[in-house]
């Protein structure tokens, strides 16, 4: 049982951490003052690749498949999806966490957008002149470039990167069930030895 507490523990981390997004923070110099002429059409070209009427459903569609893969990652695990199978109330847990997480994830991503919007208008400000951001803004109003956005966000739910993102998670899980298994062991060895006269 304590393999599948560890197992369950470890799929919960990947879980969080997948559908959170949490990304380490980067330091280093200041970050230069951004052109306001490119903040200006940046601002335009978001608005058109992300409308504020329809993020939200935008983020709901990309954070379904999300979990989606997760969930079927985190049953690929020979205990834990022996014990999902053969114990109904596990299951019920397993099914009221993930749906948990998916409310708390789209909660804090629908809250967040404002500020989505903002860091992606300085970040495509920061690396693309004026000119160029009006040919990116160009292209996003042909049908081709609109026919990209729509079918972008479902890239995700494509079967060969869902696979390839479950397979992913898979090895991950693999060498942290491993890894947490070695620092139990040598957190204990420290315990046994503060015991020691």
Request: glycine share 4%; net charge neutral.
């Amino acid at each position: 049982m304590s393999a599948i507490r560890h197992a369950t523990a470890l799929a919960l981390m990947v879980a969080a951490s997948a559908v959170s997004g949490v990304a380490a923070a980067q330091t280093g110099a200041a970050t230069p003052a951004l052109d306001p002429a490119r903040v200006a059409v940046a601002s335009e070209l978001i608005e058109l690749l992300f409308p504020a009427a329809t993020r939200e459903k935008m983020i709901d569609g990309m954070m379904q498949p999300m979990l989606a893969n997760i969930r079927q990652s985190m049953t690929q695990n020979p205990q834990f999806e022996a014990l999902l199978n053969n114990d109904a109330r596990a299951r019920e847990v397993f099914d009221r966490f993930l749906d948990r997480q998916l409310s708390r994830s789209t909660e804090a991503m629908h809250a967040g957008l404002p500020g989505m919007a903002t860091a992606m208008t300085n970040a495509y400000a920061r690396r693309f002149d004026v000119g160029q951001l009006r040919e990116l803004k160009a292209f996003f109003s042909t049908p081709t470039g609109r026919v990209y956005m729509q079918q972008s966000m479902t890239i995700m739910s494509d079967p060969d990167v869902a696979a390839w993102q479950r397979d992913l998670m898979k090895q991950s899980m693999s060498h942290m069930q491993a890894d947490v298994a070695e620092l139990t062991k040598d957190i204990m060895a420290l315990a046994g030895d503060e015991k020691k006269p």
